[in-house]
């Protein structure tokens, strides 16, 4: 899709409020801000960086990030809406804490429309310099009242959705014995490994980061590696995606060898239609990564009411659990994958929300 000369078109196809392009010459900062639905409430998504191909690659990843923010809260049942931030990253460019003070300007100008968190390439650090700048963080560290790391929690929902998934197709949702393959042991991978260990699955990992497989494989030695090309196509029960997205598309889901496919990584059909349909055909679960990864969000949302507490955000959490089931259901009856039946589910809520906000 050419996005650069289209905008307005793509965001009239995807819906979007409002993209926000920050530059600051002193800094080298240069991130893009996309402001997807503020119906339910302010957007909140965290802050990406990463090293694109190009700018119209960086905007895709915002565009669809952003809309992805809009269906996970609104699933989740939590009163946000849905943005995202990426910045695009350069080798000769100091990420210093003035860069991230500028860029907590930016996040400032917005007046709260849209509330940043940490993504892939952020962490409490660099959220401590935004919130020098704005209010408008969530995911902050303990020390400034903030309720930390959300990747915990994100891990423990993808963990009960892998349970949830395996209940579905066996009846059983004990994973002791299941052959679990988790790419990407970053934040949230290494968490899930945790409880996939707890539970004695046969769990082996791929990265494109030494240290972290490290990391992992000195703590559980039973863990094996597999080569980054082939963790997604590897002869095991559940495929778990916990790096970045578009790994389910044309090229991988007629290799896959797995039943289920249960990660924390957002976007990971390349396309929801086509690629979502192709992997029903193949008779393999798909458990809708907007849903299952709400975790880090919903602790985000409990911190900005004010009022946290880890009960309040497992409240939200917990149900995880039988949406998951519920959606595969819904999949089956209305013969849509399950993507698409999770997004119906999110669209309801903020449709249903705009028409109450109209009559008052
Ligand atoms: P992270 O950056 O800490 O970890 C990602 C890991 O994936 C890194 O170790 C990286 O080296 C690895 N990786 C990158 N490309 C790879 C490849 N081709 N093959 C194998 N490994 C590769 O990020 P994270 O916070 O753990 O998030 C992981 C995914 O989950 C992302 O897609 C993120 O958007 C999504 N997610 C995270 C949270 C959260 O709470 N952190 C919440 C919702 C969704």
Request: aromatic content about 8%; overall charge negative.
């Amino acid at each position: 899709m050419e996005l650069t000369s289209n905008l307005f078109s793509i965001l009239d196809e995807m819906e979007h409020e409002q993209v926000v392009h920050c530059f600051d010459k002193e800094t080298g900062l240069r991130a893009i801000i996309a402001i997807h639905n503020t119906v339910l409430g302010p957007s909140l998504g965290g802050t990406r960086v990463w090293k694109y191909s190009n700018e119209a690659d960086a905007l895709q990843d915002v565009l669809r990030l952003s809309r992805g923010m809009t269906f996970k809260s609104s699933i989740s049942g939590i009163n946000l809406g849905g943005g995202k931030a990426v910045i695009l990253a350069d080798d000769n460019v100091k990420r210093d804490e003035r860069y991230w003070r500028k860029y907590g300007e930016f996040v400032n100008s917005l007046g709260g429309r849209y509330i940043t968190a940490e993504d892939v390439g952020t962490s409490t650090k660099e959220i401590e310099y935004i919130f020098k700048e704005t209010k408008h963080v969530a995911g902050k560290p303990f020390h400034l009242g903030g309720s930390g790391d959300p990747s915990p929690f994100t891990a423990y929902g993808v963990y009960v959705s892998m349970k949830a998934s395996w209940k579905k197709l066996t009846g059983n949702d004990s994973l002791s014995g299941v052959k679990v393959a988790v790419q990407g042991t970053g934040h949230v991978g290494q968490f899930l490994i945790e409880h996939l260990m707890s539970e004695q699955a046969i769990v082996s990992i791929a990265d494109i980061n030494q240290a972290n497989l490290e990391l992992v494989t000195s703590k559980y030695s039973t863990i094996q590696v597999v080569a980054p090309n082939d963790i997604a196509t590897s002869d095991v029960d559940v495929y778990s995606p916990c790096a970045l997205g578009a790994t389910l598309n044309a090229s991988s889901i007629p290799l896959l060898k797995c039943k289920v496919v249960c990660g924390a990584a957002n976007n990971q059909l390349k396309d929801e239609v086509v690629d979502g349909d192709a992997i029903m055909q193949r008779g393999i679960l798909y458990a809708p990564d907007f849903l299952i990864n709400a975790g880090g969000v919903i602790n985000c949302y409990i911190e900005a009411t004010g009022e946290y507490s880890k009960e309040k955000t497992m409240h939200f959490i917990e149900p995880i659990y039988d949406k998951v089931i519920e959606i595969f259901n819904k999949s089956e009856k209305d013969h849509i994958n399950p993507q698409l039946a999770a997004m119906a589910i999110a669209k309801d809520r903020i449709k249903q929300a705009k028409s109450k906000s109209m009559a008052n």
